[in-house]
């Protein structure tokens, strides 16, 4: 079972960016697909953007253009970069793995974003 630690999260004034990370106990190379959701108090987990092993990225509308997903395979590491922060950004952000294009989601504990002045 693979297992995923997320950092990076915490209190940014509006406007701000931030990098969260995510780092895997097994070989990223052997995940088929790495993603970041984020989920607000009461609302439905949200996929905000992916990256296949083959480095295929994919982003919800709602934050083209401001996020943006990476990878460091020697690093087992994935990374979110957010920019210029808006209050709706406060969440938590949770990172996912696939190993395989139907397998389950395995997830990490979740970071805080909160995104305040």
């Known amino acids: 079972q693979v297992q995923l630690m997320e950092s990076g999260g915490g209190l940014v004034p509006p406007g701000g960016s931030l990098t969260l990370s995510c780092t895997t106990s097994t070989s990223i190379t052997d995940i088929w697909r790495m993603a970041w959701y984020r989920q607000a108090p009461d609302n439905q987990r949200e996929l905000v953007a992916s990256i296949t092993v083959d480095n295929r990225i994919r982003y919800t509308d709602s934050v083209q253009g401001r996020f943006s997903i990476s990878r460091d395979n020697a690093k087992n590491t994935v990374y979110l970069e957010i920019n210029n922060l808006t209050p709706e950004d406060t969440n938590i952000y949770y990172c996912?793995?696939?190993?395989?294009?139907?397998?389950?989601?395995?997830w990490g504990q979740g970071t805080q974003v909160t995104v305040s002045s």
């Open positions: 996912s793995c696939k190993k395989a294009i139907f397998g389950a989601d395995t």
